[in-house]
C-alpha cells in the first residue's frame, strides 16, 4: 500500500431516513480492504424518525473512540444543510464541508406551550439555505455545496442515492483517504442486489461530474 | 448480511457491537436465544431472528424481558446454553426471575446481555446504570469496550458461567452496542440440540431454610470468581497510549477506567500526548480487588473515568483505605454523572488531573437552528403516513385536550408528547399508562385517555387493565393495535395478525371483565370520535382498539 494516513475523521449527518448507515458500512468496509483499522458510531431507534442523524467515522493505524471530539473532524458530510451546520462543534478552519444543497424544512408549530412542556426552540423553523451557507464558511474555508439531490433526480430519477453520490464524489476528489475502486468493492459488498445497478449507475455519474469541475 | 457465519477462523470482518456478541455466542455454540426487542439492544435479537434456523440456534421474541429470562432459566435448567439479550429496562422487568436464578445458578451456560443508554436516546424512561443490579443480585457482569471485545466478553461470559454454574451478565452501552469495528473471528460451534430436565430440587427449588444456605454457597461461588477475576487477563494495566507494559512503576498518578471509558482515556492520552498507567477492568463484579489495591498504593492521586453512577470511584475509596490512605481520588468532580461522555469531556477532565492546559475552541454562531424533534412518519411514498395521525385527530376532535388528562406509554406514541402533538402529561415505563390512569381515576374526578400499544399491552399491559377492573375505576384505554413491535424495528408480537400462534387482543379484553369494548379502523373518524365521547362518560372502564397496521409492515 502507498502512504497511509495515521487519522481520518469523518461525519455524515442529515435527517433519518437518508441512508446513513448504508452509507457507513460502504465506508467501513473500504477502510477495512485499504488495511486500516476503522471505529464508528450510530444511533437506532426513536431518534431514526426524522430526527437529525448523526454518524461519526474514523480510520486509520489504530483508532480507540468511535467518537470524533470537538475540533476533530475532518470532512463532514451533510446530506442536509441545516444538519450540516448543527455539527459545527465537531469542525475546525480545516475541515471539509461537502454538503448537499438541500434544506428539509422543520414543521412550524403554532402552539408549542402549555404548563407541561417547557418552551422549545421554535423561533424561526425556516432557515435559508444563504444563511446557512454564511454561517458554515465563518466556521470553515473549505465548502463545497454540491446540488446532490437535484442532479440525482435529474440524471437518475432518483434522490435517495443522493448520499452515495456525496461518498463517490469525495473519493474521487480526494477528500477521503479512500480510493474510487474500494468504495465501488464496498458498494457491490454492501448495497442489495435489487438496487445495485442504481448505485453503480450513482458512482459512475460521480465519476464524470468530478472530471468536469 | 450472511457474513455473522462466515465460518473463516482468523478472518477479519466488521461488525456492529450487538452482532459481535451474537458472533460471540454462536463461537461457544449456543442453543437457545430470547430476547424482547429495546434499543440500543435490539440488533441481537434481530440478528439472532434472522440466522436462526441455518445457525440451529432456537430464538424467540418473548412477550416481555422477564418471560424472555424465565424462557432460558427453564433452558439453562434442562442443560442448554442460552443467552437472553434486553435493553436496561428489561432487566428491571425481568428482577424476579434474576435474584432466585442467580441462587439456584445455571446447569447449561446462561449469558444475560443489557445494554444501557447514558445520555437516553433511545429510552424515554431514566438514566439508567445497571451496574448497580450487579450489586444487588450477585450477578458476574462483565464490561466489554468495543466490538472485538464485545465478541471475546462473550465468548469468556459463557466460559465463566460453565465453570461455576452462575449466570453471567454482559452489560453494555449504546456506544459500544452501535460501534462498527473490524472483529476477528474465531469458529463457530454446532449446538447440540436437545436438552434433558434432570430432577435435583435441592439445586432448582428455591424453598426456606434451603434458600439461605443457596445465599452462603453463592457468596462462596463469588469468592471464587473473584481469584479468576485477580487473574484474567481482562483487567489489564497498561501505559496509555500506545498501551505499552513499560513505565507503570515511577508514575505517582493513574488512571482506573472501564468499558466504554477506556476508548475515550485511550484516545485522551493520545492527544495531550501523555503516558500514564491505566488500569482496564473488564470486570465489574467481583472486582478484582488486589489488583486495583497494587495498582493505587504508590500514587499520590488516580483518576476513576466511569459514566453515570461513581460505582467505581466507591468502591476505590473503600480499597485505599487498607493501601494508601492518603490517596487523593478524583472522579466525579471532574466527569459529569448526567449523560454519556465524550473524547472531549475525558480529555479535559485528564488535563486537569495532570495539570496540562488544553485550548478549546468555541465558535459563536449567530444563527439559531430549529431543533428537529423525531416525528411519526407522514407522506412516506408509497406508503403514506402513520395511522396514529388518524388517531390523534379523532381525539382532538372529540374533547378538550385542555381539560382532559392523556397517559402515554413506551412505542412510538411517545412522540403524542412532542410540541407539534402534545396530548401526553405523563409517560413513565411499559404498561404505566393504565397503571397510573387507575390511580388518577382513583384520586380525582378527571376525565383520562391512556394509550398504549400492542406489544407493549402484552408486555406490562394486562395486569394493570385487570385491575381497573377488578379495583373499579374508569379511564378510557386506547389500544394501538398497529400490529407491530415498530419503535424498536419492526418486530412481530402475539398480536399481529400474520402469526400462526397470535392471541387476539379483543379476546383478553372481554375476559378481562371489559364492558365497553370497541374496535375501530380509525380512518372511520366519525365512529372514532363518538365512541370517544361516548366512552369518556362511561362508569366503568373502557377499551377502544385502534386497528390499523403500520404503514411499514408487508402487506
Redesign the interface.
Known amino acids: 500500500m502507498d502512504k497511509k494516513i495515521s487519522q481520518f475523521n469523518m461525519l455524515i449527518v442529515g435527517t433519518g431516513g437518508q441512508g446513513q448507515i448504508t452509507l457507513l458500512q460502504i465506508l467501513a468496509e473500504a477502510a477495512l480492504f485499504e488495511g486500516y483499522d476503522v471505529k464508528t458510531s450510530e444511533l437506532h431507534g426513536l431518534s431514526q424518525r426524522g430526527g437529525s442523524v448523526e454518524i461519526h467515522l474514523r480510520f486509520g493505524k489504530k483508532i480507540y473512540s468511535p467518537l470524533i471530539s470537538q475540533g476533530k473532524a475532518d470532512l463532514i458530510i451533510g446530506l442536509e444543510m441545516q444538519e450540516a451546520l448543527k455539527v459545527y462543534p465537531l469542525a475546525n478552519p480545516k475541515t471539509i464541508f461537502l454538503v448537499n444543497k438541500k434544506i428539509i424544512p422543520i414543521p412550524l408549530v403554532k402552539n408549542p406551550v402549555d404548563e407541561f412542556h417547557s418552551s422549545p426552540p421554535f423561533a424561526n423553523a425556516r432557515v435559508t439555505e444563504e444563511e446557512v451557507l454564511k454561517s458554515l464558511k465563518k466556521i470553515s474555508k473549505n465548502v463545497i455545496l454540491v446540488p446532490a439531490s437535484e442532479i440525482c433526480q435529474k440524471e437518475l430519477g432518483k434522490e435517495v442515492v443522493a448520499g452515495i453520490y456525496l461518498i463517490s464524489l469525495a473519493s474521487f476528489k480526494n477528500l477521503i483517504p479512500l480510493k474510487p475502486a474500494s468504495i465501488l468493492k464496498a458498494i457491490k459488498k454492501i448495497i442489495p442486489e435489487k438496487y445495485l445497478e442504481l448505485n453503480l449507475k450513482t458512482f459512475g455519474l460521480a465519476k464524470i461530474k468530478s472530471s468536469q469541475s | 448480511m450472511g457474513e455473522i457465519l462466515l465460518n473463516k477462523p482468523g478472518k ?1 470482518i ?1 461488525l456492529l457491537g450487538n452482532e459481535a456478541i451474537v458472533r460471540g455466542a454462536l463461537e461457544e455454540g449456543v442453543n437457545f436465544v430470547s430476547s424482547y426487542p429495546g ?2 439492544a ?2 441481537i435479537g434481530d440478528t439472532f431472528f434472522r440466522i436462526a434456523k441455518s445457525a440451529g440456534v432456537y430464538f424467540e421474541y418473548s412477550t416481555n424481558e422477564k418471560v424472555a429470562l424465565e424462557a432460558a432459566i427453564g433452558a439453562s435448567f434442562s442443560g442448554l446454553k442460552t443467552l437472553v439479550a434486553m435493553k436496561d429496562f428489561g432487566i428491571n422487568v425481568c428482577l424476579d426471575a434474576l435474584g432466585p436464578f442467580v441462587y439456584t445458578g445455571t446447569k447449561g451456560p446462561t449469558v444475560i446481555v443489557v445494554a444501557d443508554d447514558p445520555s437516553c ?2 429510552s424515554a424512561q431514566w438514566e439508567e446504570c445497571t451496574r448497580g443490579i450487579s450489586y444487588l443480585t450477585h450477578i458476574p457482569t462483565l464490561e466489554p469496550s ?1 466490538p472485538q471485545e464485545c465478541l471475546d466478553f462473550t465468548k469468556l461470559a459463557f466460559q465463566i458461567s460453565e465453570k461455576f454454574q452462575i449466570p453471567v451478565m454482559i452489560r453494555i452501552t ?2 459500544a452496542a ?5 472483529v476477528k473471528l474465531g469458529r463457530i460451534v454446532k449446538p447440540v440440540k436437545v436438552g434433558k430436565f434432570i430432577k435435583e430440587p435441592k439445586r432448582f427449588v428455591t424453598l426456606p431454610p434451603r434458600v439461605l444456605e443457596m445465599k452462603k454457597e453463592l457468596l462462596e461461588k463469588i469468592e471464587k470468581i473473584k481469584e479468576f477475576s485477580e487473574k484474567s487477563k481482562i483487567n489489564k494495566t497498561c501505559t496509555g ?1 500506545t498501551c505499552a507494559s513499560s513505565g507503570l512503576s515511577k508514575s505517582q498518578i493513574g488512571i482506573i477506567t472501564s468499558g466504554i471509558s477506556y ?2 482515556v ?2 485522551a492520552l ?2 495531550l500526548k501523555i503516558n500514564l498507567p491505566v488500569l482496564k477492568l473488564g470486570f465489574f463484579y467481583p472486582l478484582p480487588e488486589e489488583k486495583i489495591q497494587n495498582f493505587i498504593k504508590k500514587f499520590k492521586k488516580v483518576l476513576i473515568v466511569e459514566e453515570l453512577e461513581p460505582y467505581l470511584e466507591k468502591e476505590v475509596e473503600r480499597l485505599a483505605k487498607d493501601v494508601n490512605p492518603k490517596l487523593q481520588i478524583l472522579g466525579k468532580n471532574l466527569i459529569p454523572e448526567v449523560s454519556e461522555l ?3 469531556i475525558v ?1 479535559l477532565a485528564i488535563a486537569k488531573f495532570t495539570n496540562k492546559k488544553l485550548k ?4 459563536e ?14 407522506g412516506i411514498p408509497k406508503r403514506g403516513s402513520c395511522p396514529y395521525w388518524l388517531v390523534i385527530s379523532a381525539v382532538k376532535k372529540a374533547v378538550d385536550t ?1 381539560k382532559v388528562i392523556f397517559g402515554g406509554d413506551i412505542g ?1 406514541y ?2 403524542f ?1 412532542t ?2 402533538l ?1 396530548i ?2 405523563y409517560l413513565s415505563c411499559m404498561g404505566s399508562s393504565v397503571g397510573i390512569a387507575h390511580g388518577i381515576k382513583k384520586a380525582t374526578q378527571q376525565k383520562l385517555i391512556a394509550f398504549i400499544g400492542d406489544s407493549t399491552f402484552f408486555h406490562a399491559g394486562i395486569p394493570a387493565l385487570i385491575n381497573t377492573v377488578f379495583n373499579k375505576s374508569n379511564p378510557l384505554i386506547i389500544i394501538l393495535n398497529n400490529q407491530t413491535t415498530a ?3 419492526h418486530q412481530p408480537h402475539p398480536g399481529a395478525p400474520a402469526e400462526p400462534n397470535g392471541v387476539k387482543i379483543e379476546e383478553i379484553v372481554k375476559a378481562c371483565g371489559v364492558k365497553n369494548l370497541k374496535i375501530i379502523d380509525p380512518i372511520n373518524q366519525e365512529e372514532f370520535i363518538n365512541t370517544i365521547k361516548e366512552f369518556l362518560n362511561k362508569e366503568e372502564v373502557s377499551v377502544i382498539i385502534a386497528r390499523r397496521p403500520c404503514i411499514w409492515i408487508k402487506k
Do not use: V
Not at chain 2, 478549546?360 to 465558535?363: A, E, Q, S
Not at chain 2, 454562531?365 to 407522514?378: G, H, W, Y
Open positions: 477479519k466488521i434499543t440500543p435490539s440488533e436516546h433511545s468495543d449504546t456506544r452501535h460501534q462498527r469495528a473490524p497510549p476508548l475515550y485511550m484516545e493520545e492527544e465524550k473524547p472531549e480529555t478549546i475552541k468555541n465558535y454562531l449567530k444563527i439559531d437552528i430549529p431543533k428537529r424533534f423525531p416525528q411519526l412518519c407522514a385542555k412510538c411517545m412522540l408528547g410540541p407539534l402534545n401526553q402529561d419503535m424498536t424495528g
